[in-house]
């Protein structure tokens, strides 16, 4: 069994974390954080140039076509690097999303913006309840001769101020429930009747409040089947969750490279710290939920890559991913000391993102519930290797 990566999976992981480590240095993410826009337009134009927008976009879009493990290499590497940047919203939540699900007509009119021109794109769908079940999406799509009209509102919605398009769940049935009666809309940033409200968070990655008063859109920019939005949603969701995953491995990864390196240079009682037993057994302990958490996400975005996506190992490895990220950054700023704790050290920088990361993708009660459900209604391959 080979589980080295192709040859083109090696080039894409090179040439991405190249690119990071001139173009987004440790000193211009603690600038980018302080940014109004918080991130570095300079940055996103020259991504674009180099393809890494099209990543997974047809090549008649101005795409490069590639597969969907090269993207969870891009997504590895933005996290080892900390790269603010709408890349995820855009690409993975909405461009993913449009590539799979749209007519040919929006293919046309919104890919190539993706690829080529930089076009910045939002997911919103979290509302109050803040759970990403369907049962909480209560903003209303009414028909009105070729139009919706949409009223309510989302919540910490990527990069609003930028975004040139959202991509927005609605109920198109209002007295529905539950995952009926739910539609998507590609809507204009620059459309009347949206506020947006800044929402303060301690990782300062550009979350906002989008409200939609009488929002006037086109019956043609429902994205999928009318009513049939939960489809989609759901597609959205195995894809968020398996790549933020994926961008959490990679900053736990370096997290913990972080920590090891400064073990061996801090000195304590004129010994380094990391000769120090109980510092060893620490390193080792999160070294081996690193390499575990790896090894899952490599497995689910395969299984996925393949048409054969399993919700339990994609659950598992988000879930996963949430404990991992924070526990590798939490116990390596006790490394640190106090200095730790401060966004001086890059320690810093990663430990607080854990906590926002951790919702993207859906958070680990909802993954949780998901692997219960699995649990409950079959067994997992691994569970009936030694059934008689």
């Known amino acids: 069994m080979d589980f080295a990566f192709a040859k083109e999976h090696d080039m894409v992981k090179k040439s991405v974390r190249e690119f990071f480590t001139k173009a987004c240095p440790k000193d211009r993410v603690r600038e980018l954080k302080d940014d109004a826009r ?4 300079g940055m996103w134009k020259k991504m674009a140039q180099l393809g890494y927008q099209g990543l997974v976009i047809p ?80 903003l209303t799509a009414v028909e009105e001769g070729d139009d919706y009209i949409l009223n309510g509102t989302k919540l910490f919605v990527p990069f609003a101020n930028s975004a040139t398009f959202y991509l927005v769940s609605a109920r198109t049935q209002p007295d ?17 009747g949206l ?10 990655d550009k979350r906002f409040e989008v409200r939609f008063n009488q ?38 990864q370096a997290a913990l490279q972080l920590t090891v390196n400064y073990t061996r240079e801090r000195k304590q009682f004129d010994k380094p710290l990391g000769s120090f037993q109980a510092i060893q057994h620490r390193l080792a302990d999160l070294l081996t939920q690193v390499e575990g958490l790896k090894y899952q996400v490599y497995r689910a ?15 598992a490895a988000k879930a996963k991913a949430n404990a991992v ?10 490394m640190h000391g106090a200095i730790g704790w401060t966004e001086e050290m890059d320690i810093g920088l990663y430990h607080i993102r854990t906590r926002a990361l951790t919702f993207d993708g859906g958070g680990s009660g909802l993954h949780r519930q998901k692997m219960a459900e699995v649990l409950r209604n079959r067994q997992p391959d691994f569970m009936t290797l030694y059934e008689s």
């Open 38 to 41: 918080g991130y570095d337009p």
């Open 59 to 138: 090549e008649q879009y101005g795409g490069l076509e590639g597969d969907f493990l090269e993207l969870m290499i891009f997504m590895e590497e933005t996290g080892r690097n900390i790269v603010p940047s709408p890349f995820f919203s855009t690409v993975v939540q909405c461009g993913l999303a449009l590539r799979d699900f749209g007519t040919a007509a929006q293919q046309e009119a919104f890919l190539p913006g993706i690829a080529e021109q930089g076009d910045i794109w939002s997911w919103a769908h979290t509302e109050s309840g803040a759970t990403e079940t369907a049962a909480e999406i209560q």
């Open 176 to 192: 529905s429930a539950g995952d009926t009666g739910l539609s998507l809309f590609v809507v204009d940033a620059g459309s009347a």
């Open 195 to 204: 506020e947006l409200t800044p929402i303060p968070t301690t990782a300062h």
């Open 215 to 252: 929002t006037r859109v086109p019956a043609a920019n429902i994205l999928g089947e009318k009513n049939g939005g939960w489809t989609v949603i759901q597609s959205i969701m195995q894809s968020s969750a398996i790549l933020k995953a994926a961008e959490m491995s990679g900053g736990a």
């Open 301 to 315: 975005a395969w299984l996925l890559s393949q048409g054969t996506p399993s919700d339990y190992l994609i659950s």
């Open 325 to 334: 990220y924070h526990n590798v950054c939490h116990h390596g700023v006790i």
